[in-house]
């Protein structure tokens, strides 16, 4: 008990007393990031609301420390809880410091007239997210992004022991989401900020949460760390993903493979091959890859994107009985090119396919696509003399 | 320092304010069908004495017409500042929103009803009567408020409550005594004429309480402004403020229509005239002065009234809609271009 700060129980969420969200239970320690993560619709807005004490719970209890919320009066609880909604405040005539500076209402007397302490915190709280800079600009000309930062700086102003945001990421550009979320870290390691928030970007969810909460159709999914969401494919059953795929390593995704049989062997490796893929499905070809070891930067889009993908352990030698398998697939795609500026004297499967590529003449130098002429790589530095490639041969995409 | 920058504008358009609230009242005092020297009134006023003819006209008709448009102009003002921000609706006020409709038909009616057995009506049930009339379209506005989500149909809706009102009490005052439809007829039209010191005090009362009470609030209020799920992680009980601004706004708009009848265009325009003045949006500044911004705007437009045709009196919602209506299109079309 004592070990945790945030405790939900039982707890059951919705308008007019409908459930949304049902049966839902976690416990974060003090100081730790929630994630809540789930497809549009799943009640994450819902359950943050509760939690934050503006919708009433169905059922069950919340916990801040040791006062259920229930128990605490609003005025507790603002000095204790900060929101940040999706919704923005119009913050009329207002410059953005005055919004920041709304954030002290809970420390101010009966007018709200501020002390030159609670100036100073709302000078270090625009500070902290570097806009001090823009404090006297009128609230209402700011930018979106540059509103999410006033509104996270009003949140941290109220000197809370947690905030509650949601999808605070949302509309902000990628160098934004990132400053975003280290003042999120900054807080958390300064001050032992909780933070419970909801997350539609899976990459950053998986780096920034100490645990994640899955939600689907108003129920709990998984609850755990990072690393037990993120596997045995359970995102991609999380969302439904049918169309493309998500890669639980890296956490980005993949637009579906090409369909259709392979007429284009690619060989790759070395994360030199993953350009070459997303070309290849931008123009619908389906293609067959490899060799690749299994820790290769080139394996994950390779298994998502290629009809075909031959793939071995790392650091093993390659067994004959994979580069005749290549050999096979190579010979029924009939084309081959490669993506390697170099293919290094410890990877002789590779250099093996090559060579077997030229004798056959199935080797072309580059890839002639529905636009341009794409030369794959360099030279493969190997010591081989390679045909160049025949335009006339190769056109229209029907290699 | 910025911020004392603002302090100071702000002071100042307050300033501005009180004394042009102020410099009407007097000019409402001496100008008029006689124009009354200003250098005998301020004898007067310094205690000397005066001819018992202009004594009479100041003391028993154009002081207590003046005080009774410094209270009654205040309370519009506030009353639509208080609407526009309860319903986050920059064109929110008593008069488009129907609530001075729905007072007129409840005065009217307890009017007729108290005139017919030859009753003299107290301010305080005229008050009461039109409070309950303010509510009751307030709740209907609040009915259509759940229901539409866009700011114009609220208005729209607003409007259309009004003509029902005023259809209604149009019908009451068609079959009304001949003696009561001269009483009724200045009235229902908007005036300050007609105004005695008993007037003045019942209103003085009822509104200097009120208005006291809001100050009061101007904290939540600021919070209310950022929106319902800010308001309520401030710590402020949403719900009771938002009944608070219902029945104060209405007793505001309630009190002027029971001794003014209703009073177009005052409650939307003053607001954001004077939030330009000050250059500010804080509840804490823009109650006090909307409330004497409200004074100045109506004791302008009443010597406007009286003096411009004079001894023909022009209705006193003919010189605020002239100066009123001009400022509600500048508004919108702000919005338009996204300020």
Redesign the interface.
């Known amino acids: 008990m004592k070990n945790y700060y945030f405790q939900a129980e039982h707890l059951w969420a919705g308008y007019n007393r409908k459930p949304i969200v049902r049966e839902l239970e976690f416990r974060l320690p003090k100081g730790e990031i929630l994630s809540l993560i789930g497809p549009n619709g799943a009640g994450k807005s819902t359950v943050l ?1 509760s939690i ?3 919708l009433g719970l169905i059922e069950g209890v919340v916990y801040l420390g040791e006062d259920s919320l229930s128990e605490l ?3 507790q ?3 204790r ?3 940040l ?1 999706t ?1 923005k ?6 410059t953005c410091r ?1 919004m920041v500076a ?1 954030g002290r ?2 420390y ?1 007397g ?4 501020l002390s030159p302490k609670d ?1 100073c915190i709302v000078d270090e709280a625009l500070e902290m997210v570097h806009i001090a800079g823009m404090a ?1 600009l009128d609230f ?1 000309k700011a930018s979106d992004g540059q509103k999410q930062r006033v509104m996270l700086a009003r949140a941290m102003c ?1 000197e809370p022991e947690i905030v509650i945001l949601d999808e605070p990421t949302s509309y902000l550009d990628v160098k934004h989401k990132l400053e975003f979320l280290s003042v999120l870290q900054d807080m958390k390691e300064k001050k032992g900020l909780t933070v419970i928030m909801s997350l539609h970007e899976l990459e950053l969810a998986k780096r920034i949460s100490d645990k994640v909460l899955c939600l689907k159709d108003g129920y709990a999914g998984k609850y755990g760390t990072p690393e037990e969401i993120f596997s045995h494919g359970y995102i991609e059953e999380l969302f439904d993903i049918r169309e493309g795929s998500f890669d639980q390593e890296s956490g980005s995704v993949e637009l579906r493979r090409p369909k259709g049989r392979a007429d284009l062997f690619v060989i790759a490796g070395g994360g030199q091959g993953r350009d070459i893929y997303y070309r290849l499905q931008r123009e619908g070809r389906p293609f067959a890859t490899g060799i690749l070891y299994d820790n290769d930067l080139d394996y994950p889009a390779a298994r998502s994107l290629a009809a075909q993908v031959i793939g071995t352990k790392a650091f093993e030698t390659v067994e004959e009985g994979t580069i005749c398998r290549a050999r096979q697939i190579m010979d029924a795609c009939g084309q081959v090119i490669c993506c390697r500026e170099n293919i290094g004297s410890l990877d002789l499967a590779n250099r093996e396919l090559m060579e077997y590529a030229r004798e056959k003449g199935m080797y072309v130098k580059g890839y002639y696509g529905s636009g341009n002429y794409v030369r794959c790589g360099k030279e493969p530095s190997c010591g081989w003399a390679v045909q160049d490639y025949e335009p006339g041969r190769v056109s229209d995409g029907s290699l | 320092m ?2 004392n920058r603002k302090t100071a504008r702000c002071s100042m358009a307050l300033t501005f304010l009180g004394v042009g609230s102020l410099m009407l009242l007097f000019c409402n005092i001496i100008f008029g069908s006689i124009s009354i020297p200003a250098r005998e009134f301020g004898s007067f006023l310094a205690g000397g004495r005066m001819d018992e003819t202009y004594r009479r006209i100041i003391m028993e008709i154009r002081f207590p017409r003046a005080a009774a448009a410094f209270w009654l102009g205040g309370a519009l003002a506030l009353s639509g500042y208080l609407l526009q921000t309860f319903f ?1 609706n920059p064109i929110a006020g008593p008069f488009v929103l129907g609530i001075s409709s729905g007072s007129k038909l409840a005065v009217a009616l307890v009017m007729i009803f108290f005139l017919g057995k030859s009753i003299r009506v107290s301010s305080g049930a005229l008050i009461a009567a039109a409070f309950a009339g303010a509510l009751l379209s307030m709740g209907v506005v609040l009915l259509m408020s759940k229901k539409v989500d866009s700011m114009a149909l609220l208005v729209i809706s607003g409007v259309m409550i009004g003509y029902i009102c005023s259809a209604i009490t149009d019908f009451i005052v068609t079959f009304a005594d001949d003696a009561d439809i001269v009483n009724l007829h200045s009235w229902s039209q908007g005036s300050f004429s007609g105004m005695n010191w008993d007037h003045v005090a019942a209103m003085a009362a009822v509104l200097s309480v009120s208005v006291l009470i809001i100050f ?1 609030l ?2 939540p209020i ?2 209310y ?3 319902q ?2 308001a ?6 949403t719900v009771k403020l938002q009944i608070l601004l219902v029945i104060l706004s209405s007793i505001l708009s309630a009190c002027v229509v029971a001794f003014a009848g209703p009073i177009s265009f005052v409650g939307i325009a003053v607001p954001h005239l004077v ?1 330009r003045l000050a ?4 509840p ?1 500044w823009m109650i006090p002065a909307s409330f004497l911004g409200g004074s100045m705007f109506c004791l302008g437009c009443d010597l406007i009234a009286r003096i411009s045709f004079a001894p023909v009196e022009l209705g006193i919602s003919t010189v605020t809609a002239v100066f009123g209506a001009p400022v509600v299109l500048w508004i919108m079309a702000g919005r338009r271009m996204g ?1």
């Open positions: 609301k934050a004490g503006q009066g609003r005025k609880l603002a000095k809880m900060s929101v909604f919704e405040p119009k913050g009329e005539m207002m005055d709304t209402y809970p101010t009966r007018f709200g007239v100036m006297e209402n109220q | 910025l911020e986050r009061c101007a904290k600021s919070a402004e950022l929106g799920s800010y309520e992680n401030m710590g402020v009980n939030k250059d500010t949006s804080r804490l300020t």
